[in-house]
């Protein structure tokens, strides 16, 4: 799954799309090269993309939990036979494990037919090859998972062990007359084909069929002397075992060679078993989080209940809830609130659910609208955190990447700006943002800019958002605990964002946040009372 | 006193009651092989199937470092083998019962099961980690697990039920008296007693190196000194010996050390049999055995 042109590297870590690659990640080798050839569909191609997204809710609504954690645990264990089958197309007679190999993936082909009968989206991946090449391959298996070239194979299998089997059982019958012999002579064990005896206990020559190899002054390191019916049994074994080999590769061949006659039956068949992983892992993902098809159009970015998954997964590992959003983009449009008051989880869900939009997945909300865009473009806090900049201060960083961006005329953008311009002075910062936002406009891009700047929605012209924020907070007495002073300040925000008019809306809480979260009161008081002064 | 070398060393591993067992050697060329293809066949005499591996690379007709002829593995109908898959011989064909995802320098370890006598080349994993794994998986194939140990390689019996021979020999030192002292060591660090309850002590978290040696005898430190397991302890040579001469070394998890075997034929050098096997014997409160001359050191 590659982000390609639709995000560059910051704007992927902004809007979670490394989450997203990891939760959508197929269980299977097969699985993992469909899935990294996976990306976003282009703006126009917004038919295309619905037709995936609603196959895949289909998916998602056929198979329960239970199956698809059975498809995903089947397709984890499958081995992965598509190297055994490309060798096997492409000539090679193929190893014994490699036979396993495509066994086994025949049996989970015909396994993942059954587990997804009830659902008529997946593709049927055991086919008429899988299964007439599984029964040429059955002959073969041995116990509950094994194989073995059994003799019912070819009857000359059978005919050819039984004169090795002869063959060894003379050829050890022979030497073991000569080690026998030679240990009864010793008066000792012969196990190994090198062994000392001791001069102190030689009583007369080695007896025959015994060869000296070295000698020392205490013992002389002896082997057996094959004689020449040893010999000729030996002659006899290697023959036979020769013929063995001859005609185990001889069914090799044969296995080899029908995998080969169906190489391209075979080759749809793991293809389909990825498509299969790929889909199967993107159903699980809209049964866990709850998405939704989008209706897919030009015109607007706008959804009910929608989330940023991440950060609602975060939350609830803590026991909080995240607050959906309800937004409408159809231009440029200014999100204001306190701090942690979820402007830039807002922007997030926003990159999050076109991005979603953008692969055709459903998305993670109630219900949206939504285009394809060619570029989901972040700005601001967060862009900078592949570490690039050198020299550069973290304005003039932000400035070579909106000069970058605009550099680019690229058709239906979606422009996240989440503090643009912040380290600068806030009435040219604002100038700057106002200025942006506008040239934006004329681009035709959709851009949604979080900032603390007052009266920058109107200025611009923009649709103002604006988080209702904190409430009955600033009287309280600080928290030494942070923990502690997160959960009350969780309990006391309102994260609902709610379009406002004009310039409507909250300050920033930014005194009684400070005051939450330990400043001490002498601070805190002497702020307000700077406030009151500048005010 | 003549006696069946590998009789007897299957004798003791059944009595240690362990299910596997490893042999592990001082150096390259000493015997582990020999050792191992002895209790492999009264393993198989006495009827009951076997599985082997190593750690790394054995069984292969040429050694791989110098090109020397080396012991092979005849391996009956029934054995089971975990190897590379590079290694298994393509005929006569094996039962081959699984593919791992485990990696060896010659390709994915397979799980085989012997059906006609061959000489098989054992190749298995190189981590530690992974061989404990396949041990476990394999007693799932077969009752006995037995396992080349490779050179000194003792971390893979960490977290192990292992019964463990130890082999030595003339090509580890130039002398008999630094091969004894070499196997000395060995033995005493792999037969490091088990903590009594209710001793003084004091836990060593991870190894034991040769710097916290030196410490804790400049400390004069008289607790028990404990180790998870005596793979822990990582001093060898003269200097374990006089580890465990100045400090009290103890572990939670002992292993059960049965014998030692001797190879006093090296590939450059050669020891006089019976006093080289009279040494070690001394030096090792275990039965020794000269697996060439199928004795037993008085």
Known sequence: MKPARLLDAASAHAVGFGWLRAALAPASPYGDDAFAQLEPFAPGAEHDARRRAERIARIAAALDDERIDAVRALLAQAPDAAPALARASMGEALDDAGLLEVQRFFDACVALDGLTSACTDLPRVAGDAVRTCAAALERGRAGKFGFYLEDAFDAALGRARAALAQAQAEYDAALGRTRAAAAHALGREISFPEFIVMREDLRGPLPSGVRVVREAATYVLCELDADDGVLAALKRREDAASEVARVEEAVRERLSSTLRAHAAALDEALRATGETDVLIAAARFVRQHRCVVAEYGADELSFEGGRFVPLELELAAQGRAFTPIDLRLDGIAVVTGPNMGGKSACLRACGFIAACAAFGLPVPAVRARVPVFSEIAWMGIGSDEDGGGGLLSSFAREIVRLRELLARSLPARLVLLDEFARTTTPSEGKALLVAVLERLRADGADALAATHLAGLAQAAGARHYAVRGLHGVAQRPAEEDLNAALERLAASMDYTLEEVTGERGRGSDAIALASLLGIDAAVIDAAYRALDSLE | ?298
């Open chain 2, 1 to 298: 006193m003549q006696v069946r070398v590998g009789a007897s060393l299957f004798d003791l591993w059944n009595r240690s009651g362990a299910r596997s067992l490893f042999v592990v050697g001082i150096g390259k060329n000493v015997g582990k092989t020999v050792a191992m293809r002895a209790i492999y066949r009264a393993c198989v005499e006495a009827g009951e199937i076997c599985a082997l591996t190593s750690i790394g690379r054995d069984g292969e007709a040429f050694d791989a470092t110098d090109a020397l002829a080396k012991p092979r593995l005849w391996l009956t109908p029934g054995t089971v083998v975990a190897t590379a898959r590079e290694a298994l011989p393509r005929s006569p064909a094996s039962e081959v019962l699984e593919v791992t995802s485990y990696r060896t320098a010659a390709g994915a370890l397979v799980y085989a099961r012997v059906r006609s006598g061959a000489h098989y080349e054992l190749v298995g994993p190189p981590a530690a980690s992974a061989l404990r794994t396949v041990v476990h998986e394999l007693a799932a194939h077969a009752p006995r697990v037995l396992v080349d140990g490779a050179v000194d390689r003792i971390a893979a019996l960490a977290g192990g039920e292992d019964a463990v021979v130890v082999s030595c020999g003339a090509s580890a030192a130039p002398t008999p008296g630094e091969v004894v002292d070499e196997v000395r060591a060995l033995v005493a660090r792999l037969q490091t007693p088990r903590l009594e309850e209710g001793s003084d002590a004091l836990s060593i978290e991870g190894a034991l190196t040769p710097a916290a040696v030196a410490q804790l005898v400049r400390a004069r430190e008289r607790r028990a000194i404990v180790v998870r397991d005596p793979t822990q302890i990582a001093i060898t040579g003269k200097a374990a010996l006089q580890a465990f001469e100045r400090l009290t070394i103890r572990c939670l998890r002992p292993l059960r050390v049965v014998a030692v075997t001797i190879a006093s034929i090296g590939r450059d050098r050669a020891f006089a049999p019976r006093s080289f096997a009279r040494e070690v014997a001394q030096a090792v409160t275990l039965p020794v055995f000269d697996v060439y001359a199928a004795e037993r050191a008085a």
